[in-house]
């Protein structure tokens, strides 16, 4: 009894001289090879060769720090909650006395990792920050031999003091928040002056 119409009749079709010597599909496979030696390389020869990304590709992480030096990241966990691939863990630490110039606010993350392994670059870990302290770049993860070089920790995620070691970031922040930063008023502006 046939139930649908999609059976199909087997065959069994001997194959021909020209199929049973192989060698004329081995020929014209051969033709497919050589015919690519002439067109255009779809490939590059990465790491020396990169290809131009856009100015908002979402890349390795960054850590920022304030106008002042200060990490701007308190710990508050919400870019872990969001990561979908589970990839942030951090450690919150008190701020002591002293320690104004460091942290920005009064709880920081002692140890923040992601795990570039799992990170698939949604860049929902930015989304969720209420501080503006993590962003994307158009920085690439460098490849490794060993999976534990992948868990970035604070040494290579915050950027660097120096003004000159800076992560532009100005690219991916809104207008309302390069708006927000020109008023000095507000303490998270406000250039550290140590006493
Ligand atoms: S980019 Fe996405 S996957 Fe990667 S750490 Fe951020 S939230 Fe997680
Ligand atoms: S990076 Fe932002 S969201 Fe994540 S813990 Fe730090 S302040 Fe919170």
């Given at each position: 009894m046939q139930l649908t119409n999609r059976s199909k009749v087997v065959v069994n079709?001997?194959?021909?001289?020209?199929?049973?010597?192989?060698?004329?599909?081995?020929?014209?496979?051969?033709?497919?090879?050589?015919?690519?030696?002439?067109?255009?390389?779809?490939?590059?020869?990465?790491?020396?060769?990169?290809?131009?990304?856009?100015?908002?590709?979402?890349?390795?992480?960054?850590?920022?720090?304030?106008?002042a030096g200060a990490e701007r990241c308190t710990a508050c966990g919400l870019c872990a909650v969001a990561c979908p691939a589970e990839a942030i863990t951090m450690v919150a630490a008190e701020r002591k006395k002293g320690e104004e110039h460091l942290y920005r606010e009064e709880k920081y993350a002692a140890t923040y990792e992601i795990n570039m392994l799992r990170c698939i670059f949604c860049g929902d870990c930015e989304e969720a920050c209420p501080k503006e302290a993590i962003f994307l770049t158009d920085r690439k993860v460098d490849s490794e031999y060993q999976r534990k070089s992948f868990i970035y920790g604070k040494d290579i995620l915050v950027e660097g003091i120096d003004l000159a070691k800076r992560v532009d970031v100005s690219h991916r922040?809104?207008?309302?928040?390069?708006?927000?930063?020109?008023?000095?008023?507000?303490?998270?502006n406000k250039v550290y002056q140590k006493k």
């Open positions: 079709k001997q194959m021909t001289f020209k199929e049973r010597i192989y060698l004329p599909a081995i020929f014209s496979g051969m033709m497919i090879t050589l015919s690519h030696l002439f067109k255009k390389k779809v490939t590059i020869q990465y790491p020396e060769q990169t290809r131009p990304v856009s100015k908002i590709y979402r890349g390795q992480h960054v850590l920022k720090r304030d106008d922040e809104t207008a309302e928040v390069a708006a927000f930063k020109t008023h000095k008023e507000y303490a998270h």
